[in-house]
Structures are given as structure tokens and as C-alpha cells.
DNA sequence: ACCTTACCAGAAAGCGCTTTCTGAAAGCGC
DNA sequence: GCGCTTTCAGAAAGCGCTTTCTGGTAAGGT
């Protein structure tokens, strides 16, 4: 099943077959037939590995790296790329980190060494110097080797192309729209603030309300799933003092279970308290209420973050950044504030 | 960048390097140290590719080939999957085929090329002659080679090691659940016919219902999808003739879709209608109500798969079959017919 | 003191391809 | 018909590793 027997069976040499097998000089008709009929016949499947090597051209795969492809969130973005990849005949390696900064950088580190073409980051970086160090250890060898980079709403420090989410933009657009629904008495339910993404929403929702004079409020810390914000939430209730009549989770994922908590706790919304989320998954749509939030066309950011890895280098060595607009979408989760 | 680069800045021979770097076999310390140094100087990192080439030992990737990552129930299993692969440092190629039966053997043909040790199927197979033949075509030789194939819930057709949800029994005893919450009139919602898990399911909860002698009553079918469901609710509805009393989507995915459905159309669930679906993906327990369900260890499954791909291969050339229980959990959306 | 083992570094042969480079045959103008 | 370019198949040189095989040196046995 290799080159070498294929050319034997159809009675040509190893170089003959290759390029009619490949198309990458003129081969005589007749040949070319027959060293296609024999591969046929064999079954031939040229090993990838040996191309990969003998041809500096580079291989077909990417790499992309996420922390988690069972959060909605990164999913979304996971299928556009794929989307993409298949109409272009590559391979797409998925890693999940499941959040640990040293396994990204192992991933990395493998993905260098199948020469991928290039590498998507997806989700946060680590505010971290020593993290951040060592990335740019793997990645810069990688771009002088000819490697491409592209990431979506990481940190600045990383110079490569990226897709970057209006976060702050996003949220404080959505503490407009809350503050124009009559609230004033505010809490938010924050994740690591290790990552940017969460550092930008939780300044972006900052600033909206400063617009209006208003302060943050109790800003309440959990982990970045559906657990740590039924957690964040179930605290936030049972802090004492007055109680907000809105509360924004920095993401849908954490804003669902946020939704239960309060459920559990016999808190109406959007009657007693309204709740908000960021990024619009697609479950958020199916809850009741439906979950006010600030929209991202995942699918698209996805798309976006490949395209921009497989376009032609840029001659100055600028990297490019793509902005996404997040909209505003009020559902049933957000209403006036009671007795208003 | 090379091993031979780091051979000469070490002063030994590429051999030496090579078994100073893997541990192969024993090297004189202070060699095996001065290798080290001058790779961790140069930065080197070992081109998988030449690597795969030259040692028979299998390379370190798995493929996993899945309909869609941005469907709850693959991501579940793909979670699992990938936190596996991480524990043995092996690297998971994704491919989502988007449900068309050409692309999945394409991409089974690429993992081929790439030499990949696992090939891992994930979801029903097309129950289709010609395509059966041709994935056999693709998967037979790959296997007399050396690699390891295992699947979730395909077709027995395929001889290959198979983590099988008992998608018959559990259907089974949801219908004998359902029919003890005092339910008679009952509608199926129902995906392609083709898939094997669609034609499992409706089968175990025909039989389910028909040990009280009750009869499967309307089956409508629609798309594997959110928008699948949504739409053969809405055509359920729409039909003229008694209402069921309860509804069975074959998927959670599609049972979300039908509950929008009712609730657009002003049923209320439970109370007018029951509902019930398969899988407990994540989502259907934030629900209102939440959704009565089959529920399938996802992640758990996709441990298995793996670990069934990377067993040694049986002394036996028979395939193993680890059969998945699914446990009927009956939530919110489910009560008892109205008026009863 | 001599010969056998044991150990370990280096030489060299591939792994399965691609891609120059080389050269034979054919096509062209004069 | 002769020298010219053009076309295209085959020989051969790698791509960057691993792994036998070879051989030199030190240790051990008699």
C-alpha cells in the first residue's frame, strides 16, 4: 500500500506515480490512468506523515484549542471553524484544556511538532507573566517557522491576529438598557478575573452604569460554569443588606445556573429580580423567561478566527484584530423593577 | 531545529541525541545532560512527522468523528473523549460531518492518511448499503493494519468494539413510565428513519407501549435537530383528530424544540400535554419544566469508547460490545393526563 | 596476562514520499 | 537532414527522525 508498489503495478516509476497521483507536473495520459486504476485496485492511501516531510508545503491540519467544547460557548464557535476547515479540505485537531494554562501550552508544544498549519486559541488567555512568557516562547518560533496564529478575545499582549469580542462595548450597552428599564440597585456575578474576557465585561458593565451615576454593587466571584453561578447567585442571596433588583452574570453559562439558584430561593423573574447573561448560547433562548443577554454570533466568530489564520501573511507584520458588535437582546429575564 | 542541530551543539552523534531525548536506551549521564541542555537551548521540538515515519510505533493522535460538536449530545461525549485522550497525552482530531454520509468516510480516509491510532465513530451510521460498503472499504484495511476503531451506537453491521446505549430498553421502560402516570393517547416525535438510534428508540417504546396493549398512535417526523422538533410539533398540532395526552421526542434536542412548540401554541405542559425526550443533555434540566428523560451517562460514554479503542486488541477477533444503561428520569414535564 | 562479556556511542540504513536533476525522444525551423 | 528547443519519464537525493548493526573500551573470569 505504498507509492512505491502502486508505481510498480502500473509499471511506471515512484516519481511518475506521485505526480499523476498529485497532478503536479503533465503526465502522459495513458499513464496517468494507469497508475490511477492501480491505486484504485490497491487501495492506496498515500501516508500523510511521509508527505508532510518530503514536501515542505504544509500539511493539512489546524489546531484549535479551547477550554472546554461541552460549554455551549465554545462549541459554537468550534462548529464555525469546522464549517470552514471542511469546505477547505483540512483537518481540525480539537484540544479542551479544561482551563489549565500548562496543558495549552502542551497542546501548543504538540501541535508544533504536526507542523500544523496554523493554530486557533480560543477563550481567554491567562493575566499570568510567567503563563504568558512561555506562550509566546511556543508560539513565536512557530510564526518565524511559517506557522500561522489566529485567536479569539484574548489578551493584547499576544501579538497575533484575532477576533475580538466587543465585551466592554457589549456590557455596558446592556447596563444602559438595564438602568432604561428603571433599575438602580445593581450586582454582578463575575467569574476568574484572570481572564480578560470577564476583566473587559465586568469594566464595560462598570462603565455603562457610571454613565448613569450608578456604583457596580456586590460583585460576587465564581467559577465560569453553570455551577459557579448557581453558587455566586445562592451567595449573593444570602449576603444581607438590600437586595438588588438586577443582576448580571458575566456569562450565560454561569447566568443559568444563577436562573435556577434564584428559582430555588422563590425569587420571581424577571418580577422580583431581573438577571442578564452575555454571549447568547443558544439554550438561553429556550429558558422561561428567556434570558436577557448580550448576542455573539458564535458561529461566525468561528469562521471569522480561521479566516483570518489562512489569509495571506500580512506584508507589515501588524497584527489584524476583527471586532464583533454584541447586541443587546431583552427577553422576558429583564423588566422594570418591582413596584415601579 | 533538528535533532541533527542538536547532536552537533551536544557533540554527539543524531543517534546519541535521539536516545538521550526518548530514554530508549541507557546514555552516559553526562551525554544524556548535555543532549538536554541543547535541546532546551535551541528550542527544539521533534517533528512528529519523521517521528511517525521512521518508528512503526503508532503516532499519538486519535480521530473522532462526530455529526455536529455544537449538538449537546457529541459535545457530552467528545468532553469525555478528550479528557481520556488528555490523561494519555494523546492528541483528538475532531471532525464534525454535518450529517452527510460522503464526508464522514472523507474524513475516515484523512485519519487513514494521517496513520492515526484510533478512529473513533461517534452516532448512528446511515443505515444505506452503498455507504455501509464503502465505510467497511475504508475501516477493513485500516484495521488489518494495525489501527483501532471503536463507536457509539452504530450499526451492528459494522464489526468494530461498540459503546451501545440500550436506546430499546430505555424507550421501553419510558413508555411503561409514562403509561403509569395513567397516559393512553400517546405521539411519537420522530428524526430520519435512517439513523439506527431513531429506529431503536421508536422500537423500544413501541414495545413499551404495547405490553399495556396501547398503540404507538401519530408518529410525525422531522430534522435531528431544535428546529426538527419545533416544527413536527407544530405539525402534530396542526393535525386534525384527538390530541395526545403525551408527546415522546426521540432526542432532547428535539424535545426542547417541541416544548417551544406547545408553549407557542398554548398548551401547557404538563398540564394539557406531557413531554418527555432522550439523552439528558445538560440543558433540558434548566427547563420550565423540566424535561422527563431518558438519561445517558454522555461523558462516561465517551471514556469508554476510547478506552475500548485503545485495549489491546482481543486474542479474539470478535467485537466487544459495552452496553450502556439509560435511566428513565421523570421531571417536571411529564404528570398525569388532564382530567384524570 | 589473555580472552570473554557487557556496555554504550557512532555509522548507516531505511520509513514513504516529493522534487530537483538528468537524459531520451520528439517537434521545429532552416 | 542537422542542430535547436521542448516535453516528459526515471534516477537519485533528500525531508528528520529511529533503529539495527558495528566496533571500541572497560570490566570480569581463569
Redesign the interface.
Known sequence: ?TLDAVAREAGVSPATASRALNGTTRVRDDLRTRVRAAADLL?Y??????Q??ASAEG???VGLICH???D?YF??I??GV??AA?EQDL??????T?REPS?EIA?V???????ARAILLIGSGFQDRAWERAMD?ELN?YVR?GGRVAVVSRHRSLRVDTVQPENRAGAAELARALVALGHREFAVLTGPPELTTVADRLAGFREGLAGAGIGLGRVVRGAFT?EGGHLAARRLLAAEGPRPTCVFAVTDVMA?GA??AL?EAGVRVPEDMSLAGFDDI??VR???PPLSTVALPL?EMGERVIALALRAPSAAARSRVVRIDGEVVLRGSTAAPPGS
Do not use: C, K, W
Open positions: 500500500m487501495g492511501i498515500p501516508n500523510a506523515h511521509a508532510a516531510l500539511n493539512r491540519t472546554d467544547v461541552s455551549p462549541a459554537g468550534a462548529s469546522m464549517r471542511a483537518l481540525v485537531m480539537l484540544a479542551s479544561f496543558r497542546y508544544s504538540m501541535l508544533r511538532a504536526q507542523r516562547a518560533p517557522a453553570r443559568v436562573l435556577a428559582r443558544p439554550l429556550e429558558l422561561s458561529t
